[in-house]
């Protein structure tokens, strides 16, 4: 079923559109991060840069997953890859931070929760 033009009582266009075929359209679209996520990880991409340990990043906006790439210099491969995989949310969950190897080094939920993980340790100084 095709979207249906009609005329309003005030003369504009209306248009109907098949469900389905909506549903297909929008899935079709690339997985963002959202403003609130996007905050969140330059914020940390901030922190990390004034720490010297990070130089560039990237994002890539997938059919399945967004990306957030760090790298320490812009000719390697990424340190890290902060993912975005709706797909996952009732799962291990949403987000995921993924090493060089491959190795997923933190999963869950909540991005600031994940983001943690490149939180420095506190370490015990003797006097």
């Known amino acids: 079923m095709g979207g ?3 005329q ?3 003369g504009s266009a209306s248009v109907l559109v098949d469900l389905k075929e909506f549903r297909k359209n929008r899935e079709q679209l690339p997985i963002t991060f959202q403003r609130r996520e996007l905050d969140a990880l ?3 991409y901030s922190r990390m ?5 990070w130089r560039d990043y990237a994002i ?3 059919k399945d997953r967004a990306v957030f790439s760090v790298f320490r210099r812009s000719s390697e491969v990424p340190m890290f890859r902060i993912e975005k995989d ?3 949310a009732r799962k291990q969950g949403t987000f995921a931070v993924v090493a060089a190897s491959g190795l997923i080094v933190k999963r869950g ?5 994940v983001l943690k993980v490149f939180d420095k340790s506190p370490k015990l100084v003797r006097g």
């Open 4 to 6: 249906r033009t009609g």
């Open 8 to 10: 309003t009582e005030s």
């Open 42 to 44: 330059l914020r940390t």
């Open 49 to 53: 840069v004034a720490e010297g340990e």
């Open 60 to 62: 890539d906006h997938l």
């Open 86 to 88: 709706p797909k996952l």
């Open 109 to 113: 939920h909540d991005l600031s929760q």
